[in-house]
């Protein structure tokens, strides 16, 4: 199964991605994650990539794909994808879409976690409370959603007119969400959906 996970920040994504990974046996790639793992290195590039995470900026785009490119080909080597937070912008759309080419598989679906602006803020705000991450600060969760708005909102007509967009209510609770989608992808026959929806049915 190769999906892609489009949200904004607060949506969800990484709760739903690890879900998904344990329920269909692809790999969850959280692109934040990989980059997070890479500023931790204390060379040069790592600390331009923390430099960009902290202020809620976006990495640039060579480095991400650099980063992501070996990450994805191994998973799709094996069970396939959820890829967390890649794309996020229209030139990693393009480069994602080589990608694909050039290793000749599809994606089969974009989820789309859509909730509204104050329910985000609210959920990220709780986060930074209990600890968060360190770009969970008021105005560095403002300008992530504003850079999500400006720059990532753009890719959900991009996958609506390749047909591959699924919607989903992200503003339910966790199990809700995750429910939902899974029933959107058995819907459309997304190859690996049927089967893990059946062996989860037969273990409870
Ligand atoms: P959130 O979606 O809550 O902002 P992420 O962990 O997905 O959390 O992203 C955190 C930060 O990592 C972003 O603000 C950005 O700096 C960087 N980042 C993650 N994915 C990308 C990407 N595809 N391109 C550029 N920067 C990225």
């Known amino acids: 199964m190769r ?3 489009l949200a904004p920040p607060g949506a969800g994504k990484g709760t739903q991605g ?4 344990a329920w269909s046996g692809a790999e969850h790639i959280a692109a934040g994650d990989v980059l997070r793992a890479e500023a931790a290195a204390g ?3 790592a600390r331009e990539i923390a430099a960009y995470q ?3 900026d976006l990495v640039p785009d060579q480095i991400v794909v650099d980063a992501l490119t070996p990450v994805i080909i191994e998973a799709a080597a094996r069970g396939g994808f959820i890829l ?3 794309p996020r912008n229209l030139p990693q759309a393009v480069a994602a879409a080589d990608l694909a080419v050039r290793l000749g598989f599809t994606l089969h679906a974009a989820i789309y976690l859509q909730a509204p602006e104050a329910v985000l803020t609210q959920r990220l705000l709780g986060r930074a409370r209990q600890g968060g991450r360190s770009d969970d600060t008021i105005d560095v969760i403002r300008h992530r959603l504003q850079v999500y708005a400006e720059t990532t909102g753009p890719l ?3 996958y609506a007119e390749r047909g591959i967009l699924v919607t989903v209510n992200a503003n339910q609770p966790p199990d ?3 429910a ?3 029933n959107r992808l058995s819907a459309l026959s997304v190859p690996g959906a049927e089967e893990a929806n059946k062996v989860n049915k037969d273990r409870r």
């Open 180 to 182: 939902e989608i899974k």
């Open 84 to 86: 967390d937070g890649f």
């Open 18 to 21: 690890t879900r998904l990974a």
């Open 3 to 5: 999906l892609l996970l």
């Open 54 to 56: 902290s202020r809620g």
């Open 176 to 178: 809700a969400v995750t």
């Open 43 to 45: 060379n040069d590039l």
């Open 156 to 158: 959900v007509p991009y």
